[in-house]
């Protein structure tokens, strides 16, 4: 992981704690902790990539009273196949990257409602099918404009 | 070459070793009992979210001193003409309780809290108080607001507590109608799409016909929550079964969202529960807020 992209997720990461957190923006903010375990988990080895997705989603988790821990299972899963991934797909074209940051978040949705209690999670169709994948493409907007700016690509020849 | 695959390969294990152990890490967190999930939570709200949860606290004591004065003052004339219309009631109480020969009713005590919510996913309900165990919080207080029942809390911590609004699924609360003549059950009802989340009063007797804008209020009914707080009131009837009791959809007085600063009632009923349900009791410096 270069230096670069180390600042990046740091401050995706404050700055999400900042947004939702700090200034109660709820979802109103872009999920960044999600878009910091991807953007990290291309430059990370598989375990450490799990290892960022069980501490972000341990945080995720600090509020939840009755889903303790499914943010913490979803994000190690996504941290992990993100990390993965590199061994499967070279390079960062737009449309990859659409594609990585759309399933990733809404993976992450998916997984943490999956082993969530059934009685406390929401609707299926109202959270997985409308909402999440609104979600997930605010955070892929969100993700793109960073990498972008942060992380330009590099040229060749 | 075979020094380059075998550190490949070792790499690779370490990398399986290491995924294997934050998955079955992630398990063991969800399946942990409540009280060691507590203090997780309770660990990183003390430290990575410290900083974060201030700054809300401070951003929402800020907002609502600066809420319109004339709002204030409105408010404060409108309580200061209830508290005259009502002087002689008092009284009158005193006395017919005399006559009957009643003990006299255990006063209501209050904690004054800021409401903060910390809108990660996975916290939806679920607010904070930054009133705790040393202010005399206690597990199931109940938390009012001025327009009325906000939720109750759940965990108490020396500093804070954490809350749930009636949107939780696990709320339930014991009402009745101002007459007393209706009985039942308020709870949050999902629907199909979170837009079609209500309220619902459910176990009333199928006979008694309740109208349209009856207001409920809490019963006090397994002690839970004290008696006379506002829920809400009956929009229209949502279900009939069988001849045998109806329910009905509730328009509640309190919006979760809109709340800032609430009261936790530390009172006799609750604290009677809380007691039972933690016994770690603190000295409490109720009122001094």
């Not at chain 1, 501490?55 to 988790?61: K, N």
């Not at chain 1, 009685?119 to 907007?141: C, G, K, M, N, W």
């Given at each position: 992981m270069r230096i670069r992209e180390v600042l990046l997720v740091s401050c995706l990461i404050l700055t999400h704690l900042f947004l939702r957190t700090?200034?109660?923006?709820?979802?109103?903010a872009p999920d960044l902790f999600i878009v910091a375990l991807?953007?990290?988990?291309?430059?990370?080895?598989?375990g450490a990539g799990a290892g960022l997705g069980f501490?972000?989603?341990?945080?995720?988790?600090a509020f939840s009273m009755r889903a303790f821990g499914s943010s913490a299972f979803a994000m190690t899963l996504v941290g992990a196949f993100g990390a993965k991934s590199r061994d499967y797909f070279v390079g960062d074209?737009?449309?990859?990257?659409?594609?990585?940051?759309?399933?990733g978040t809404w993976g992450r949705d998916l997984l943490a409602w999956v082993v969530t209690e059934a009685?406390?999670?929401?609707?299926?169709?109202?959270?997985?099918?409308?909402?999440?994948?609104?979600?997930?493409?605010?955070?892929?907007?969100v993700g793109l404009a960073a990498r972008s700016l942060f992380l330009p690509r590099r040229k060749r020849g | 070459m075979g020094g380059h695959i075998k550190r490949g390969r070792r790499a690779g294990r370490t990398d399986l070793l290491a995924v294997s152990g934050f998955i079955v890490a992630s398990l063991i967190v969800i399946n942990l009992p409540a009280g060691p999930q507590r203090d997780v939570g309770h660990f990183i709200r003390q430290t990575v979210l410290r900083p974060f949860i201030g700054v809300n606290a401070l951003l929402t004591r800020t907002q609502a001193r600066a809420r319109d004065f004339d709002t204030l003052r409105a408010q404060m004339d409108t309580t200061m003409a209830l508290v005259a219309a009502q002087r002689t009631l008092a009284e009158e109480n005193?006395?017919?309780?005399?006559?009957?020969?009643?003990?006299?009713?255990?006063?209501s005590r209050f904690v004054s809290a800021t409401v903060i919510r910390s809108g990660s996913s996975g916290s939806a309900s679920v607010f904070h108080l930054d009133a705790g165990s040393i202010d005399g919080v206690?597990?199931?207080?109940?938390?009012?607001?001025?327009?009325?029942?906000?939720?109750?809390?759940q965990e108490v911590f020396p500093e804070y507590s954490l809350a749930y609004d009636w949107s939780h699924p696990d709320f339930r609360v014991s009402a009745m109608t101002p007459d007393g003549r209706g009985h039942g059950l308020v709870e949050a009802a999902r629907g199909a799409f979170r837009e079609q989340d209500r309220l619902v009063l459910g176990g009333t007797a199928y006979l008694s016909d309740l109208e349209p804008g009856t207001e409920l209020l809490t019963s006090g009914r397994g002690g839970a929550f004290p008696r006379g707080i506002r829920i809400g009131s009956i929009v229209g009837v949502a279900e009939t079964s069988a001849g045998w009791s109806k329910s009905y959809y509730v328009d509640p007085v309190v919006y979760p969202g809109a709340v800032t600063h609430a009261v936790a009632d530390i009172g006799v009923a609750g604290g009677m529960l809380a007691a039972l349900a933690d016994s770690a009791a603190a000295p409490s410096r109720e009122g001094s807020r």
């Open positions: 700090a200034l109660g923006f709820g979802k109103a991807l953007v990290g988990s291309r430059t990370l080895g598989v501490v972000l989603g341990l945080v995720e988790d074209s737009m449309g990859f990257l659409v594609t990585f940051f759309l399933l009685s406390v999670r929401p609707a299926f169709q109202d959270h997985l099918l409308i909402e999440a994948p609104l979600l997930a493409l605010y955070a892929t907007i | 005193r006395q017919l309780r005399g006559v009957l020969s009643l003990k006299d009713r255990a006063p206690r597990p199931f207080n109940a938390v009012i607001t001025e327009r009325g029942l906000l939720g109750q809390v």
